[in-house]
Each structure stands twice: as structure tokens, then as C-alpha cells.
């Protein structure tokens, strides 16, 4: 009997009709002869509206334990409706919170990393043959008593560090899409589903802005060995397994596995550097004070004889106005002669472990690029990805000329079922 | 410094607004220097949403730990906004659930009894000055680690039960009247507001169908001395106290402290009762297997030569059916002739303390309700309340005129808020 974790996310359990279905799909599963833990998300919109509320109690509500403890209500809420639901179909069912699930974290509310997991009440649950449910999302951090949250993704990594604990044969991640795409179908319609693919990849995927699974439980499942399966709930078919080989394991790899595109990020140039030994270190420290995520950096060689350099990093837009401020206020102190602020930029990454015994990866990614028109503005590479920056209004062309150029299309259109895309 | 524990019902917090208000009332009297622990209700109509959700899942959900896991997500709620809203004022607050304010119970869900009180980390919160929030009607079963409820008029009962465990000087009960009244306002309108009443009498007043206390929050409070105060959350008047008189202490007891009516019990007479020993036993047993509440039982004298009585008993409109139903299947075993059921009764009670020391209060009670023409069918007496059944149409003329013949009228009309009356 193999134990599978199976989590869904607050799209499919939205209201009574959606858990009774998914309480269907889980029960078949436990009648397969599996044991299952089930991780839920809050019902649909529960989260924000939650949020809402605290906003017109206080204003710019802070996070903290009290916050914690009001969004904690939203999965409760849905996992003991579907509870209720499995149980009314004749299959025992427990819902256990994070803390009873044994979720412990550190005391970062709001975004609280997992630091153990001791499932002891889940193990009973199973041990007499009932479905556990576990609330996706929050934790418990033992020091202070309090309850806590994991933060954007946080029920994708309640499910994997579950699956890792009960060591479970696989972790499923139920979408309301088929699985990993080669890109967004919404975007590329010949998008092709990818069958397989590694958490080394499909970290860089995440990265660089594909949105079926979170960074962090991709993180959490490839350090601790759990496989996931990214499908759909809305069908049985097979989704897209990310697997972590084994050392010397050898695994087919394609060349390319998939291309990402990304417009959440604003480009920054500081214009006018003395290039002088230190400059960079100054400004990148400034712009670290500020908690700014900095993603590509690149620094055009002087090209005139006044001996001045530019520098243009990316970041989240968000994290744009602090950054801008924070170096302006230290302009004569670096030197620099104007800050440049674009908001209109595209990051387009294709990312295959292939492509580290690959020569003419790059060359394929600019050629097409050209012959499609579009101005390729900065450059940044890992050894399995490539990440160009161009005008945020070429992206979507640039996403489609680029997943013909690495062969990726599919003979058919990919079917786009309505939702979030999560 | 001495502690107050305030409790607010649902339509206290029914919104935003009104967490905001009464957050700063709490924060008003922590400012007058009292350690405040404040007990919570959910919102407005939220435990009634979640059992519509619960219902929309699963036709006529079953109590157990998954309805109780779905329901306390209420409080949670109010209490983490309240919580928010204190510490906007300026104020540390701190929420806790039941069970981390150490609220024991069985095991019985949906309407657990508190075991044993343990509110350490409530008091912690007091000792480094903030105001602490409990989530009520919520308890926590230690030998099977689940969540529980106390059922109707549980958040009362918690207040109550945090009071007696924290030895606090008042438990402060708000609600959208201005305390107890000698009559319920909306039917008598010159009924006056009860200044001080003993819990002996506010039990009578409570099972009589006064709907402002909880019985089972009153006896919480009577066999553990504590102090309830009744009063409105719109306004800063004085409202009830609810006392604990010691034995032997003199207490200047009104012959008559109030008048209530219910309309929320049936009468059900089973006719042509063989009139030998052991029949009303027979009846009542059977009665009592369905789990029914009997309140007021009534035995005709066999007024005729052919050795039958009637046998007539009241009880909760909702336990009439299976009551029914089992007598009618033992038909034949008891040997009564038919059943009647009247689903037209109105019950009054009068309630004083003084009634042991006075002669008479009986005599004036029927006198009145003779004068008005008003019949009584059936009578049931303690040692401090007269409960006498009538028609229901002339429930409300009784509760009238019996307010006037026992001297209780207020000068002036009582001022009715609107609200559900809780």
C-alpha cells in the first residue's frame, strides 16, 4: 500500500460543489489501495476577502500573529467541509490543522519557513484507515505557541514537506491545467505538455516566471527527494511528473524543456558610473539596504573616454520605488549622473539540462530573436538557462518564435481551460 | 489592578464598524487601569453561514469533530480582527483560541462540557500588560487532541468560565439590551431594567425564557461565584448585576423580580390512563428514551367512575414528534386511549426570591389573569417561581397585566433597541 499526497489548491475547493467533487476523486484514490493525506488551500477567494476585512479594520494591516491567526480560519474552514464531504461518502476522514499535523516553523509570520514535521496524529489517521486533511499553508511555531503562515505558495509546500515526512511514494499537485507546459498555452497555443522533467529545471522554470508551482516547494521537494506530479482536477489524465534523477542516473534530456516569460519586473540603469574599482559593490549594497529582490544585472563596458560605465539591474516592480529613492539619495556620494527607470520590459528565460552538453543554444535563441525583430536588451545565464530581456509588448511573439525555433510546437492546439492558472 | 472579563456577542462584532467600536470601549477600560480579557463571539451571522456551507456539502450534517473544526473558524476570525483593531488603538492584544486559553472539555462535540479551565498563557498576556482575546464557545479535548464546541450560549459560558479561573472581580456580558428586565421591553413596554437580581432567580428567569443569559453560563457562574454583569455595548449605563449572595448574607429581596414568557414548548396529553401505580413511570420512561426535555408535567385527578386519568406533559416544540411517536408505538403496553397535541401553549413564569417569605403571590397572580380572562391549563411552582400554561394568543396580554399586578410597571416606557435580541 503506497501513501500518496495529494493537494488542491483553492480553485478546487471554491464552494460545495467543487469539494464534493474533489471528495469523489480522493475517495477513488483511497479505494485504489492507497493511503492518501490530503493538503487543501482556503475555498477560492477566502484568503483575500479575509484580508479585505482586517483592511477595514486597520489600514495597511501589518503582518504578525494576528493576521496569522485570521487567515489560518480559511482553511479550516475548507478542510473540515471536506471532511464532512469524504465521510458522507462512506470513507472516514480527519482534518488536522498545521499545528496537529505537526507543521512547526520558525516564528516569521507571514512567511514562516518549515524547520520539522512531526505527522504523528496524520500516521493514526492512515494507521486506521481514514484520509487525512491537513491545512495547506499554515504552521505552528512551538517557541512562541503561536500559529503561523508559510506565505505565497505556502500549501504546495505544506504538501511536500508532508510527502517527504510520511515518505511518500508521490506528491501530487492538483491544477486546473493538464501539467507543465512547454510555455503558456495561453500565450503559445502549439504549447505541448511536458511528460517529465527535473526539479532542477523546474526551479528555473518557476524562476523565471511560470506559475504552476511555487519556487519554494519545488526548493523543498528536490532536497528532500519527493517526487511531484503537477495534473489536472478536472480530468484523469497523466500530468507532468518532476523527478529528481540520482547521482550518475542517466535520464534522457532534451535540449530545451521549456520557455518561461516574466513581466513582472522593471529595469533600473544607474547611467554615468565612474569606472573605477568598487563602484558596483557601493551601489549594489545601497539597493540590498532596501530589500529589493535584484534578478539580472548587467554593466556596459565604458565605451567613451570619459571613463563612465552604465548599470542596469531587474527587480520586481514592486521593490522599483524604494531602490530609485534609496540611490538618488546617495547620488554624489556614488557619483553616478541619472537614474533611467523602465517599466516596460520582458524577461523570456528557455531553460533544458540538455543544454549543458549542448553547444548553439544561445545562437538558435538570438537567431530567432532576430529574424522575429526583437531587440534583445540584456543577457544573464545559468548552466541550464538563458534569460534575455526585450520590450514588455514583444514578449508574447518572442515566447511563440522561440518555442518553434527549439522544436518545441505540438501538431494540435493545447486545450485552455477558464481559471486563475492556479 | 483588578480583572474584568468582557464578553461580546456576535452582533457586537457583526462588522467592521463594530469591532472598531468596541475595541476602543476595551481599550477604555484597560486605560482605567483593569487587567481586561475579553471573550468573543463569531460575527453577525457566521456560524449560521457555515452551517448553510456545511449543509450544502452534506444534507443534515451530523455534529462530531469535523462541524465543530468548521465552525470555530468563526471566532477565529473575530478574534484575530478585534486583536488587530486593540493594537491599532495602541493597545497590545493578543488572541488566543480555546484551546490555547486552556478550555478543556469532553469529548461530547457540538455541546461539550468544560472539564477544567488552564489559562496560563491568557494570564502571561495580562502580565506584560495586553489585553487578552479569547475565542468563545470553543473547547479542546485533551485525551483525543480535538477541537470542540459548547454549544448554544457556549461564548457566554466561557466568559464565565475564564472568570471563575482568573478569579476576576466582574464578568461583563454585553448585548444590544441595557441589562435584564422585569419583562422582555418589546412586549411590555413599561418593563424596567433590573438593577440587581441573585443568580437563583436569574436562573428561574432564564429557563422561563428570558433570553438575555444563558442558563448554563448562570449555573457556571452560581456555583463558582462569580459576578455577572449585564449591560449594552451602545451605551455606558449601569445594567444588571447578577449576585451571588453568601449564605446568610441579607439580601433585601423583591417579592417579584421579573416575568417571563415562552412560546417555544408544546403540550402533549395522553388520555385515558389506566389509574394504577406505575403508569406515570411507564410514560415517562418511555418519553425519556427519546431524549426529550420534559419541562412541566400535569396529572388529572379521575374525576369519572371508570378509573382513568389524564396525563398531560410540556416540552420543546422540536421534541414533540419523536415523543409522540414512542408513546403511540407502546400504545397497547400502556393501555391509554389517545394522545393529544397542543402546539398552542404559551408559558409564564413569575420569578422572585421574595416569594418564600410571602403569602399570597399565587393568589394575585391568578386573580390578575382571571380578570383579564385568561385561562390557565396548567400550573407548576418552585420555591422562588409560579409557571402557569395559558393559550399562545394570550401569552403576551398575561405577561402584561401579571407585570402590573405585582406593582413592576416602569413610569415610562422602556426604549427598545433593534437587534435580534441576541
Redesign the interface.
Known amino acids: 500500500m503506497s501513501l500518496i499526497v495529494q493537494k488542491f489548491g483553492g480553485s478546487s475547493v471554491a464552494?460545495?460543489e467543487s469539494?464534493?467533487r474533489i471528495a469523489s476523486r480522493i475517495v477513488e484514490t483511497r479505494a485504489a489501495g492507497h493511503e492518501v493525506v490530503v493538503v487543501v488551500s482556503a475555498m477560492g477567494d477566502m484568503t483575500d476577502e479575509?484580508l479585505d476585512?482586517?483592511e477595514?479594520?486597520?489600514p495597511s494591516?501589518p503582518s504578525g500573529?494576528?493576521?496569522d491567526?485570521?487567515l489560518?480560519?480559511?482553511e479550516?474552514?475548507s478542510?473540515?467541509?471536506l471532511?464532512?464531504?469524504i465521510?458522507?461518502l462512506g470513507v472516514e476522514?480527519?482534518?488536522y490543522t498545521g499545528s496537529?499535523a505537526g507543521m512547526m516553523t520558525d516564528a516569521q509570520h507571514g512567511s514562516a519557513r518549515i524547520v520539522d514535521v512531526t505527522p504523528g496524529?496524520v500516521r493514526e489517521a492512515l494507521d486506521i484507515g481514514a484520509v487525512a486533511i491537513v491545512a495547506g499553508f499554515q504552521g505552528f511555531n512551538r517557541l512562541t505557541?503561536d500559529i503561523t503562515t508559510l506565505g505565497r505558495g505556502g500549501s504546495d509546500t505544506t504538501a511536500v514537506a508532508l510527502a517527504a515526512a510520511l515518505d511518500a511514494e508521490v506528491c501530487e499537485i492538483y491544477t486546473d491545467v493538464d501539467g507543465v507546459f512547454t510555455a503558456d498555452p495561453r500565450v503559445v497555443p502549439k504549447a505541448r505538455k511536458i511528460d517529465r522533467i527535473t526539479s532542477e529545471e523546474m526551479l528555473e522554470l518557476a524562476a523565471a516566471g511560470a506559475k504552476v508551482l511555487y519556487i519554494r516547494a519545488v526548493e523543498y521537494a528536490r532536497r528532500h527527494g519527493v517526487t511531484l506530479h503537477v495534473r489536472s482536477s478536472f480530468n484523469h489524465n497523466e500530468g507532468t511528473l518532476v523527478v529528481n534523477p540520482k547521482e550518475g542516473e542517466i535520464v534522457e534530456e532534451p535540449i530545451i524543456t521549456g520557455v518561461a516569460a516574466d513581466l513582472s519586473e522593471d529595469k533600473i540603469t544607474v547611467v554615468g558610473v565612474p569606472d573605477v574599482p568598487g563602484k558596483a559593490a557601493q551601489i549594489f549594497t545601497i539597493v540590498a539596504q532596501t530589500n529589493a529582490n535584484i534578478d539580472m544585472i548587467v554593466q556596459n563596458v565604458s565605451t567613451t573616454l570619459n571613463g563612465l560605465a552604465d548599470i542596469s539591474f531587474t527587480l520586481p516592480k514592486s521593490d522599483a520605488p524604494g531602490a530609485l529613492a534609496a540611490l538618488n539619495s546617495q547620488k554624489e556620494a556614488i557619483g553616478f549622473e541619472s537614474l533611467q527607470h523602465d517599466d516596460k520590459i520582458g524577461k523570456l528565460a528557455v531553460v533544458g539540462a540538455g543544454m549543458r552538453t549542448n553547444a548553439g543554444v544561445s545562437a538558435r535563441l538570438f537567431t530567432a530573436l532576430y529574424e522575429a525583430g526583437i531587440n534583445i536588451e540584456m543577457i544573464s545565464t545559468s548552466e541550464i538557462r538563458i534569460s534575455v530581456v526585450t520590450r514588455a509588448e514583444t514578449i508574447n511573439e518572442a515566447l511563440r518564435v522561440v518555442h518553434t525555433a527549439f522544436g518545441l510546437d505540438a501538431d494540435t492546439d493545447a486545450v485552455v481551460h477558464g481559471g486563475t492558472g492556479r
Chains 1, 2 share one sequence.
Open positions: 464552494d460545495a469539494i464534493k479575509l476585512l482586517a477595514q479594520v486597520v494591516v500573529r494576528e493576521l491567526m485570521l489560518t480560519a480559511g479550516r474552514i478542510m473540515a467541509l471532511a464532512l464531504a465521510k458522507n476522514a480527519r482534518s496537529q496524529r505557541g
